[in-house]
């Protein structure tokens, strides 16, 4: 019985691996670009090439990029939108996350200090954007996953960094990151209010006698009523998510 026909009785999910996919964060453009060759592009190489641009692009200009540097990063970073059609059944393909999540976060933080963005601002966006991936971390563990909508309305690791490049060429960085972070953490609350308070607590009884030496746990009314969000079981690591 797969988790869709659990879910679907009403029974309890059973925690599973993420799907590496999804804890990606990819955009809707990098979903598309992973359509082109599916399987063909290795994930780890590409975000760590992508990550080394960054990284020295960032250095060289002392974080103040400009023109059209400072679209290099995202168009660097890119080339990982076009391993998102990867199974990421690699032994070491967990690390791709973890390569997308820091390039990201030095990116924001450096490009945004380096412009004159308040330091607190700059915390403010990192902190609400790292929300947002700890959510995807931690759904799994109940069985579930963001809907793909709201994932889409984060803009993904690649859609906020081009957000950010588009603040950084109109000389608004501090408003884009003002915004960005508003609107992230009104789309975090949104969803947090309409599924984890909404999801009803497991009401278990225990019926074993005293000095039976069990802990018997007949009748219990451990259920998880459908997704009501839209959000829908999450798949093992190889899974479609």
Known sequence: MNAGGREHRGERLDPVRPDLRVLRDDSRLSRLLGRIAPGAVPPLPSALTGALIVGTLLAAEHGRLTGITLFAPV???????????????????????????????????????????????????????????????????????????????????????????????????????????????VLLVREAARTWSATPVADVRADAAPGDGGTGRAGSAATRTGHADGGRPATGTNGEA
């Open 75 to 185: 168009a660097a970073l890119l080339l990982s939108g076009l391993a998102s059609g990867h199974p990421h059944d690699g032994r070491f393909d967990r690390l791709v996350p973890p390569v997308l999540r820091l390039t990201e976060y030095g990116y924001l933080a450096v490009l945004g200090l380096a412009s004159g963005v308040p330091g607190p601002l700059v915390f403010v966006l990192l902190m609400v954007v790292a929300c947002h991936h700890r959510d995807d971390v931690a759904r799994p563990a109940a069985g579930t996953v963001r809907p793909q909508g709201v994932r889409t309305a984060a803009l993904g690791w690649d859609g906020r960094m081009l957000v950010t490049a588009v603040g950084g060429a109109f000389h608004a960085l501090t408003p884009v990151y003002g915004i960005l972070a508003g609107y992230l953490a």
